[in-house]
């Protein structure tokens, strides 16, 4: 049987004890707030009874209110690509 997958997930992390920081470095009074989401696709086709090609791809992207990004990334996105074979037993 051929099968069709999607899904789709969105986050939010809240850190208390984690201040944001301007352009510059500088530290702010705002707590930092994370927001991540992603969609996902995918594709199985049955090449024998228990052979399949599978491919499935996802797209995410994270968003944070902390603007110095300097030592770490909190904004940023993605792309995952999957191509090859499942066997079920």
Same mark, same amino acid.
């Given at each position: 049987m051929i099968t069709f997958?999607?899904?789709y997930m969105v986050a939010r992390k809240d850190y208390r004890s984690r201040v944001i920081?301007?352009?510059a470095?500088?530290?702010?009074?705002?707590?930092?707030?994370?927001e991540e989401s992603s969609l996902d =696709? $995918? %594709?199985g086709y049955p090449l024998s009874?228990?052979?399949k090609l599978k491919t499935t791809a996802s797209?995410?992207?994270s968003k944070s209110n902390n603007q110095y990004e300097?030592?770490?990334?909190y904004s940023y996105s993605n792309a995952n690509y999957l =191509? $090859? %074979?499942t066997y079920d037993y």
């Amino acid at each position: 049987m051929i099968t069709f997958d999607t899904g789709y997930m969105v986050a939010r992390k809240d850190y208390r004890s984690r201040v944001i920081q301007d352009s510059a470095g500088n530290y702010l009074n705002e707590k930092l707030n994370v927001e991540e989401s992603s969609l996902d =696709f $995918g %594709f199985g086709y049955p090449l024998s009874k228990n052979f399949k090609l599978k491919t499935t791809a996802s797209f995410g992207r994270s968003k944070s209110n902390n603007q110095y990004e300097a030592l770490y990334r909190y904004s940023y996105s993605n792309a995952n690509y999957l =191509f $090859g %074979f499942t066997y079920d037993y």
